[in-house]
């Protein structure tokens, strides 16, 4: 068959795209940004009527919508990721001919709330509404090496200390991306009956503290230290984290952790005609190793950010209320700064620190990393220049600012952001 996959771009359409070509189907694969010869312009995010999709659908036997989104993020919006773009292009498959629709949904739709699960429900009802050879897909939580959930998990279990939503004891099912794709091609084979919904589960119920705990242990770290959190407190840290770049814990990924993902895993295993594979075989040996270098090398910037954020936050909040202002304009009066051109000077240099420590937060960059390494050479080199004294200071408040420097400079190295 040729099948358009949406999504192929991303961790789940991409391997479902790659378990159809294995099976000898011609795949089609629909991205927001097409940069290979078999990939198509699809953007979920503009393309809310039929006539978008119907030139995409011409010559194509079969659709899978595995497109979603975990948080909203600049124009992405889930009632037009989830819902309107879906429900556009499923009424394009039928006015197309298209024999089978494969719909990726999520597990605990029908109970769960917040604007995700209403969404993915949405399109889910539109879909069975309609007069096609339509099947849905439920699956639990994804794990795979490549797959954003399954990373920040990852990253999560490597800490040597472990704060557990109210003790960790949410009950998840969680299913390996292989059982996932391996599900969406026989769900595609003609000889399977169409218009079904089936919800797909790993081999074993474990609590999120155990999910953890055998990540932990999977990539050889020691047991972590534990400790349960508050609901409320988890909250009010999942309201700050949701608004910082790339996080994946926000309020309603959080309500979805506090509400479980299992099922009965009966379906799964009629499906897949064998067991589903338990948490005991989501990682390789070959990947036990990647796993574990790649969750220590996501914390080195997060921690390197952090510390520069307390470094500029901290710094405006002494100047402001711990330390004598009178004291501060002295120091400038040594530099040669007195009277109003002081002051300018100290508010501006109390503001830029407090924005440089918001921008680290939550705006970072190479041309943030580069103004505060001109910043803070530009600021070593005055107090070098102006006030010798404090290079042979016995604190070495010039001399810090080296390791700051070096932070520095490894941000903008490693960074992707303009």
């Given at each position: ?243 910082l770049p790339g996080s994946l814990l926000t309020r309603d990924t ?46 080195r910037p997060a921690l390197l950010r952090l510390a520069l954020a ?109």
């Amino acid at each position: 068959m040729r099948i358009l996959v949406c999504g192929a771009g991303g961790f789940l359409g991409g391997e479902i795209a790659r378990r159809l070509e294995t099976a000898g189907h011609e795949v089609l694969r629909a991205v927001r940004r097409p940069a290979r010869q078999d990939e198509v312009e699809a953007d979920f995010g503009r393309m809310l009527g039929v006539e978008d999709w119907l030139p995409l659908l011409r010559g194509v036997d079969a659709v899978v919508n595995a497109v979603g989104i975990l948080v909203e993020r600049g124009g992405q919006r889930f009632d037009a990721i989830h819902h309107r773009a879906p429900a556009a292009l499923f009424a394009a498959c039928e006015r197309s001919g298209v024999s089978r629709v494969l719909q990726i949904s999520a597990l605990g739709v029908e109970h769960g709330r917040g604007a995700y699960f209403t969404s993915k429900l949405a399109a889910d009802a539109f879909l069975m509404s309609r007069p096609l050879g339509w099947q849905i897909l439920r699956p639990g939580l994804i794990y795979g090496p490549r797959g954003k959930s399954a990373g920040f998990f990852r990253l999560l279990a490597s800490s040597p200390l472990l704060p557990l939503p109210s003790g960790g004891k949410q009950p998840l099912r969680a299913v390996h991306i292989d059982d996932v794709a391996e599900a969406a091609l026989r769900l595609l084979d003609p000889a399977t009956p169409v218009q079904q919904c089936v919800a797909l589960v790993g081999a074993e119920v474990c609590s999120y503290r155990q999910m953890l705990a055998y990540y932990r242990a999977a990539m050889g770290f020691p047991p972590a230290w534990t400790f349960p959190m508050p609901a409320w407190a988890m909250r009010f840290c999942a309201s700050f984290a949701e608004h910082l770049p790339g996080s994946l814990l926000t309020r309603d990924t959080l309500s979805m952790l506090e509400a479980g993902n299992t099922t009965d895993d009966g379906a799964t295993r009629q499906l897949l005609q064998r067991p589903p594979r338990g948490l005991s075989g989501f990682m390789s040996a070959a990947e036990r190793e990647s796993a574990r270098q790649q969750a220590l090398a996501t914390w080195r910037p997060a921690l390197l950010r952090l510390a520069l954020a307390s470094v500029w936050l901290l710094t405006a909040l002494v100047c402001l209320v711990a330390y004598p202002r009178e004291a501060s304009l002295a120091l400038l009066a040594e530099a040669g700064l007195q009277g109003m051109p002081a002051l300018i000077a100290f508010y501006g240099a109390v503001l830029m620190d407090l924005a440089f420590g918001l921008a680290t937060l939550c705006r970072p960059g190479r041309r943030l990393w580069l103004a505060q390494m001109l910043v803070v050479a530009g600021y070593s080199l005055v107090i070098a220049v102006a006030l010798p004294a404090f290079l042979a200071h016995p604190f070495g408040p010039v001399l810090k600012n080296l390791p700051i420097l070096a932070i520095l400079f490894l941000l903008y190295a490693e960074e992707r952001r303009p």
